[in-house]
């Protein structure tokens, strides 16, 4: 569950994983401390599949720039997801933004996800996820891509435990890694990676609005600060 505050002096936002909040903290583990959990990259208070892209965002987003961040830390406290939808939800949510900015391979890759995507969400029932709807859309934004995927994939199936565990966090890899590789600038980086995380954000949302509301924080963006736990 989500604190109600802020604690009042944070570490500054880096990448990989910190063994205190004394050595910095990534985007999950300033999570962990808004939910009131033990420190750790992998709190239970997000999807696994969203804390997997927050890990990539955060580590691939510029010293300079990942302090703009911050303000989606909150956004992601509560959502927990746990149904199939969820994950669908994201990941075809995630791979239709993503597909007309990556280089080729992964948009094969993205356009693979989407059609397993259509499929799993067909099987969730009519207006249950946006995934019924991706393919037709990510034909305008990648037509080469999906008529590949769309050979490749003729005829064969995937179950649910096949594209929770290989596909769906593939997309998320892809995704990121594709968006890196094209970008122009480190800033049109930071830029398209923010976005991205946003994208997801917002898909896992629809699908569990009852999360809390996000809190509001702010974290330093150069300056290190020591830290104190609330309720350590």
């Not at 109600?4 to 910190?18: M, V």
């Not at 927990?80 to 969820?86: D, Q, T």
């Not at 859309?137 to 649910?160: F, H, K, M, Y």
Request: proline content about 7%.
């Amino acid at each position: 569950m989500a604190t109600d505050r802020a604690p009042d002096s944070l570490p500054i936002l880096s990448r990989g994983k910190h063994r205190s909040p004394r050595k910095g903290a990534c985007f999950m583990e300033m999570a962990s401390v808004l939910a009131n959990e033990p420190w750790s990259d992998r709190p239970s208070c997000t999807h696994p599949l969203l804390a997997d892209l927050a890990r990539r965002v955060n580590d691939n987003t510029s010293d300079h720039n990942r302090g703009e961040l911050a303000v989606l830390i909150p956004s992601v406290v509560g959502l927990r997801g746990g149904r199939l939808a969820s994950v669908v939800e994201m990941t075809a949510a995630v791979a239709l933004h993503a597909i007309p900015d990556v280089p080729e391979p992964s948009q094969r890759a993205l356009a693979v996800a989407l059609i397993r995507c259509q499929e799993l969400g067909a099987s969730l029932g009519p207006d249950v996820v946006i995934a019924v709807d991706a393919v037709d859309e990510a034909v305008d934004r990648a037509p080469g891509a999906v008529a590949w995927a769309r050979r490749l994939a003729d005829g064969s199936t995937i179950n649910e435990k096949q594209f929770v565990k290989y596909t769906a966090p593939t997309v998320m890899r892809c995704a990121v890694s594709g968006l890196v590789a094209s970008a122009t600038t480190q800033g049109d980086v930071d830029t398209r990676l923010r976005d991205l995380l946003r994208v997801a954000i917002a898909a896992a949302r629809r699908l569990e609005p009852s999360a809390s509301a996000p809190v509001p924080v702010s974290v330093p963006r150069r300056r290190r600060v020591s830290f104190a736990r609330s309720g350590a």
